[in-house]
């Protein structure tokens, strides 16, 4: 068995990753158990790794919500002989292969995104909003650096960061808060962040913030189709779960993966697509 464990159950982008696991233990023959918890909880993710110990899992697939606070219950599964795999978001502890997309890279390009359309309006100065899950979740992190740097020797000013738990009511209500700070821009590092700014935006009224976002759902299209986000970077999170599972396939039958980090990539999605 091949557990798979994500930061939570909810979130579409999990879902999706979810269905590119079953679809490649289907083809090989294998079963992956999709384990995860209801929110994300660095305890109750902990809790489904030494579950998945007890229930004999040969390999464990991961995506850490706390890379610091998972990485003791990950040593010991592999100190006890499990193979550790990474999607999305990687811990501390060394693992036979991952496949992530670069984050920073892409969240470089949401920064690209918003600094264009403001010069689009005519505005080169103003403050933005950042709305991440926490201060921990590595792949968040990183894009959070990348969407700072693209704004670097600018005249802009990157407000401090306010966290929403990757939930989109509470990122609706910093978002709120933005607007009414007079911001010009807000990103949001995740799904729930996204969702989240957008929803303030369509609710202020205000169709000059401009509103960029990351990760792919109905709910995130929606608020692109209709005006009130500019754009969100989508990953491939099927393609993260497919190729996780034939990596861990692999490890389990003896063969040496290296270590390998794969980019999984990511594509800009507009209004237009």
């Not at 697939?61 to 795999?85: C, F, T």
């Amino acid at each position: 068995m091949i557990a798979l464990i994500t930061m939570d159950s909810l979130d579409q982008h999990w879902v999706t990753l979810n269905e590119g696991a079953q679809k490649a233990a289907a083809e090989l023959g294998v079963t992956v158990q999709f384990m995860a918890p209801n929110t994300k909880d660095d305890a109750q993710q902990i809790e489904c790794v030494n579950n998945a110990v007890s229930a004999g899992a040969q390999a464990i697939i991961v995506a850490a919500n706390g890379p610091d606070a998972i990485s003791s219950a990950l040593r010991e599964a592999s100190d006890a002989g499990v193979k550790l795999i990474y999607v999305d978001s990687p811990a501390n502890v060394s693992a036979e292969a991952t496949f992530s997309t670069d984050n920073n890279a892409a969240g470089k390009t949401a920064g690209e995104e918003m600094k264009k359309a403001l010069a689009d309006a005519g505005v080169t100065s103003g403050s933005i909003g950042i709305i991440n899950v926490n201060a921990a979740t590595d792949s968040c992190v990183m894009r959070e650096e990348g969407f700072r740097s693209a704004f670097e020797g600018t005249d802009f000013e990157l407000l401090e960061t306010q966290y929403g738990e990757g939930d989109a009511a509470k990122s609706q209500s910093i978002a709120e808060n933005y607007i009414t700070q007079g911001v010009v821009g807000i990103f949001g590092c995740n799904e729930g962040s996204t969702t989240g700014a957008g929803n303030a935006i369509k609710a202020s009224g205000k169709d000059n913030v401009i509103g960029v976002g990351f990760d792919k759902s109905d709910a995130i299209l929606g608020l692109i189709d209709d005006g009130y986000l500019l754009c969100t970077m989508a990953q491939n999170p099927d393609v993260m779960g497919y190729e996780g599972v034939k990596a861990a396939v692999k490890a389990i039958n003896g063969e040496s993966l290296g270590g390998a980090v794969t980019d999984t990539g990511v594509s800009v999605l507009t209004k237009q697509q």
